[in-house]
């Protein structure tokens, strides 16, 4: 083999590894946006009879530099309220995991999650979104707004990257969204709920009080976190996933300038994303709707594939009931985790709980688990009439179940539908772990040959 035809299989490998490295990356993002889909039920067909709302995008937004990842004008779907409704607005944020580098955030802005030019043009209205009175009983007539999430920080981020036309304008979509929602009709309100689901529930808490501001003082005002409860929490390898996540969200970003300073004043930035450091000092009556072992959290957080290497976790996290004693415990210290993050927020008699003893994540958006015959409930109560209850001021709520597996109106997820993304995901990176290795063996020898020529002169 002459020299030339060294260099060219020497360059063919290197280039094969990156490469390989490249496809594996995209292929593991991929399936964590199949995870994100799986958990919202977002890909399923609606019903016959669901509601479809069309998407609105805010013209004026680019104007302000309110605009997506990618540079296109963010966008809601709004159905009118009527009747006893007309002057009631509920906002729900949208979730969807978070960008930390800018790896994730290129890949972001080429879906619906980065961009408007993927969004569905409608989109179906179930839960707490519902204009049934029989699905949604308490806010079925109100203004109901989906707000969409195309930024990656929880509607909290302020900064660019212009080498890679990244636009971290969260604040500003918030913002821009507010403004034009007011001039809609909002500021009319004589009641309005601020809620959201996973990344949109930390958002909800995020906003509370700024969303309190936007009102006269003799509007009735609360907030609805549900699925934003995401704690600090060690995972099975001792690290801490979430922590990194936010770390380089907090840092990329630029979301340290919109953190509440009664935070920040006591605390790092990072610390300062997490809601168990925030949820204390909100000024406005919050809800927390969570399951105690919230599934997004188990799978992500506790137990990231980075952690469990050997998998030796893996069928727990895709079904608890294949879980053995010792790993089940770390999950109920997870529970007791959360509990304490809550301790304090719970005695304040504004604030409102359901934790419910659930493998589940966004359970107002869903149907099934908002309002239905079988949807899940703490003392016979449902998550609907728990939120109403405490929204109207009925009776307080401050429900919180007792630890798996006692409750069984539980509807918890097991990954069997995205089980072969996943699996798809890892064989890869096997494959060109394998590959690697033989371009690694294929270079050593080659340029050992090289170097015998190079001294013999052959």
């Not at 043009?121 to 049934?132: A, D, E, P, V, Y």
């Not at 539980?410 to 990176?429: E, G, K, P, Y």
């Not at 494959?431 to 015998?452: D, P, R, Y």
């Amino acid at each position: 083999m002459n020299r030339v035809s060294i260099w060219v299989l020497s360059l063919c490998c290197v280039v094969g590894i990156g490469l390989s490295r490249s496809e594996d990356a995209v292929e593991e993002l991929k399936a964590k946006e199949s995870l994100l889909s799986y958990l919202e039920k977002d890909a399923a067909s609606p019903g016959a009879n669901t509601l479809m709302v069309p998407l609105t995008l805010i013209q004026g937004a680019a104007s302000k530099g309110a605009v997506c990842l990618d540079g296109t004008p963010p966008g809601y779907h709004l159905d009118r309220g009527f009747g006893s409704g007309s002057n009631s607005w509920l906002i729900h944020l949208e979730g969807g995991g978070w960008c930390n580098n800018i790896r994730t955030c290129v890949f972001r802005k080429t879906t619906r999650r980065g961009s408007s030019k993927f969004m569905a043009k409608q989109t179906n209205f179930t839960g707490i979104l519902s204009n049934k009175a029989e699905e949604n009983p308490d806010f079925y007539n109100w203004n109901r707004v989906k707000l969409r999430y195309c930024d990656g920080a929880s509607f909290a981020g302020e900064g660019q990257n212009e080498a890679n036309q990244l636009y971290f304008r969260g604040q500003r979509i918030w913002s821009a969204a507010m403004e034009e929602l007011m001039a809609k009709g909002m500021q009319n309100a004589e009641q309005a709920l601020l809620s959201g689901c996973s990344a949109g529930g930390l958002a909800s808490i995020l906003h509370c009080d700024e969303f309190k501001d936007l009102f006269p003082k003799t509007t009735k005002v609360k907030c609805l976190s549900d699925a934003g409860m995401f704690l600090d929490a060690t995972n099975v390898a001792g690290g801490h996933s979430l922590r990194d996540m936010y770390g380089g969200v907090v840092t990329l970003q630029g979301v340290q300038k919109n953190l509440p300073n009664t935070c920040t004043s006591q605390m790092d930035p990072t610390s300062c994303f997490f809601p168990q450091n925030l949820v204390a000092n909100i000024r406005t009556p919050l809800f927390l709707l969570n399951a105690a072992y919230d599934a997004w959290q188990v799978q992500e957080s506790l137990i990231p594939s980075s952690a469990d290497p050997h998998g030796s976790w893996r069928e727990c996290k895709m079904d608890r009931s294949h879980c053995n004693s010792t790993q089940m415990q770390f999950l109920q210290d997870f529970r007791s985790q959360m509990l304490n993050a809550i301790n304090v927020f719970s005695k304040s008699n504004q604030n409102g709980l359901f934790i419910n003893s659930c493998f589940a994540h966004c359970q107002s958006e869903r149907q099934d688990t908002w309002y239905e015959n079988d949807s899940p409930r703490i003392g016979n109560k449902a998550v609907a009439v728990s939120v109403g209850d405490w929204f109207f001021d009925r009776t307080a709520v401050k429900a919180i179940d007792c630890a798996y597996p006692c409750d069984s109106t539980c509807h918890d997820l097991v990954f069997n539908d995205v089980t072969s993304t996943i699996t798809i995901s890892q064989s890869t990176r096997l494959t060109f772990t394998l590959l690697n290795l033989l371009s690694a063996l294929l270079i050593t020898l080659t340029c050992s040959k090289c170097t015998m020529e190079f001294q013999f002169g052959q």
